[in-house]
């Protein structure tokens, strides 16, 4: 997968203190504990957070491959997406917000930097699974429903959602 045309380190509009970057081997805990803690947000039993723990958890050669990005605020990581596949289809993997986050904007800004930057990469679409808690979320960005799948880790059902995104113009196209 080539590297999108993006700056590795860049501020986040509207988040005044909030920076985004490429995430680091040494960011697996942060993001792991962040997931996990963004999924008990919306009350879920902790037998039920047990069984998601492993898909919540992210090694530090996941996080160092160069698809997933962190928002960082005074140091904290504070959110971040992963986008995986290979273009002209793929997968918002992940998307999560530090429940002190959420509600202030910083999702939208976070999924609209990981739909720049899937874009920027060549992807033309965007296909995820989402928490059906956060389903109006990416509704109201634009996401339309595809369906249903089975979650792997507590077998109920998820609604699959996707991402049309504009075709970027090749380097070799007239401008």
């Known amino acids: 997968m080539t590297r999108p045309p993006s700056p590795t380190t860049a501020s986040l509009p509207g988040t005044p203190g909030t920076t985004v970057r490429r ?19 919306w009350g879920y039993p902790p ?11 992210y090694t530090p050669e996941r996080c160092a491959a ?9 140091g904290e990581v504070v959110g971040f997406h992963l986008v995986a596949g290979d273009p002209p289809e793929g997968e918002l ?10 509600g202030t904007g910083l999702g939208g800004l976070l999924l ?13 679409r965007l296909v995820l699974e989402a928490d059906p808690h956060a389903e109006p979320f990416y509704r109201r960005h634009g996401a339309v429903p595809e369906g249903h799948a089975t979650s792997p880790s507590t077998g109920r059902q998820l609604p699959v959602l996707s991402f049309r995104l504009p ?6 196209s007239p401008r």
Do not use: N
Request: charged share 25%; net charge negative.
């Open 47 to 57: 037998e039920f957070l047990e069984q998601c723990r492993s898909e919540l958890t």
């Open 112 to 124: 609209r930097h990981a739909l720049v930057v899937a874009a920027g990469l060549g992807f033309q």
């Open 66 to 74: 160069g698809s997933m990005w962190v928002a960082e605020r005074d």
């Open 167 to 172: 075709a970027q113009p090749s380097s070799d």
């Open 23 to 41: 995430a680091r081997a040494d960011d697996a805990g942060a993001v792991s504990a962040l997931a996990l803690r963004s999924k008990a947000h």
């Open 93 to 102: 993997e992940a998307l999560f917000v530090a429940p002190e986050h959420i």
